[in-house]
């Protein structure tokens, strides 16, 4: 039976109140002959996909690890902070072994015909198989790419009540082999998913663009994870993919992005303005070319989320609680390069470092940059709500008798200094208060634009985004060039950097290269739940983040704004000036060892199946 979220009514004291029929419990007849009960079993099924990140519905906390990478940190609740300060990775961080979630799938793929045929016809039972085997296609690549191979379970397994439960375990099926059911899995389903072009349920192009990330993923694992020392496989193939199957991965996944860019979709264009454009590409819905399938909230069905809530700029907040949680790091930022395609490192200080660069505004040191900066990040000076989101770490004062400046700072947001002129700014950035930016930065992808968005009694419906063309675009373009097709790789990265401003054909087959494709993916892709499976499937984790003090890969920087207080200077005074530091709520730098590619199995898990073999080094 499946019990769904019906409130039993306990008002009646009648003596035979313990002896009726519950409510709240539906069986499967009953469920299987009400599309009403069929659509919110479906819905909960899709509510359920589970992600590092996402957005959350009414408090949900998933969110809270984009800050737990490189692209961002935590200034928001003290109660937070130990992500500042993860010492390493945990074996079993990003573990996932749903075998509840793969039960339910599998026993209403089977309920779909066993008591859906009086009143299903047979394309509507063929539609919800379909949707229910992409979800269990969906899952399966989730856990895939945090445990490597599990074992594949496509039947319900049945007790027969005698006692002895071991015929009912599994072994781990090999990780390729997860793989490729997930291949031919949607494959086989695509043609009957129906759902045009949904973009909250699947569709045959939704089905391609899983497809597409997947065969990326194992196409990755087949090349880079044999070049990995030490190497990270199991004598059986439960994790490791043998390198001689690396470019039919790719070519599968190439094959699979090109059915859906040949499909109902285009980049997302409307806005004249490119920073405002890659923002709404994101979190508009109406009229989105772009999207493919969202996890969609809405505030008339009191479906929505505290994000904004907890990540608006501080300085422009609409409540009296909360901001700020998520800033994004210096280093996302420096990413981002200059659309003369010179590298992204802001310039602070002048060619012979003798002295800083003043600037007349604090958004001049941003000019002339990646459109995508400005659509997914809140740096000091530009807007967001229709106000100007200042941000001042305090002034710089010349002492002309030690020939050098004095550094005044404050815990006062929005005070003055003795000039009677700004000395802290609103939003800050501070060293240590919370709920301010760390970093100097502020989240905008993701945050809602909207009045009143970012209160407690509103909150906000912006969509998580699962799968939009820009990735497609980008799946397309890395398996491209991993096959040697530079050609067919550079119109797919050109059109998102012509997109972000960069000119036409910015990149030549001299110059793209597999890490100008993987900035790429940062830039585009930033908090979008991509960076760490990235690093993870090209098996650069360790390196990027490998516990050295020493590598700035490892730890997160800041960027702090100063007014100069230099009268007399006309060149300097009143000017701006801005200082790189390691962000001062920023402890250990991030460690991810060997065993972090694979999530060790827990003892309660092998307790239970004996034959669940180990992750290496676990």
Partial sequence: MFILAFMLSMGSCKKDYLEREPTFIVDNEQLWQDQKLINGLLASFYDRIPTDMGLNDQGGSQWRNMANYDDAMWSGGSNEEWRNNIVNYGRGSWGMYDYFYIR??????ENVDTFGSKT????????LKAEFRFIRAYIYFEMVKRMGGVPLVVNQLLYDFKGDPTYLRQPRAKEAEVYDFIASELDAIKNDIGNNVSKSRANKYTCMALKSRAMLYAGSIAKYNALLTPNVVTPGGEVGIPALRANEYFQKSLDAAREVMAGPYSLYKSNPI???NFYEAVVKKTNNTEVIFARDFLTSKSKKHFFSYENIARGIREDNLSSSSIVPSLNLVENYDYL???NGA???????????????????????KDARLYGTVIYPGAPFKGLTVDMQAGVMVWNATTNSYQTVESPDLGGNYTDGKLLVAASGPNRSIQEVSNTGFYLRKYVDAND???TRGIQSDVWWIWFRLGEIYLNAAEAAFELGQTNTALPLVNSLRERAGFPANSLNASTLTIDKIRNERRNELAFEDHRLW??????????VWNGNVNNPDTRVYALYPYRVIRPGD?????????VKIVAPKFGAPRFFQIFNYYAGFGQDIINNNPLIVQNPFN
Avoid: C, M, P
Wanted: a negative charge; glycine letters at 6%.
């Fill in 104 to 109: 339910d799938l599998n026993l209403s793929i």
């Fill in 120 to 127: 299903l016809t047979d394309a509507e039972r063929a539609q």
């Fill in 274 to 276: 490119l920073g405002e």
């Fill in 340 to 342: 003369d395609g010179s």
């Fill in 346 to 368: 802001l310039k602070t200080r002048n060619v012979a470092n003798t002295d800083y660069i003043y600037y007349d505004k604090t958004t001049d040191i941003f000019a002339n």
């Fill in 452 to 454: 009143g968005t970012s």
């Fill in 534 to 543: 990235d690093l993870k499937r090209w098996r650069q984790a360790d390196k």
């Fill in 570 to 578: 006309s060149t300097r005074d009143g000017k701006y000036v801005f």
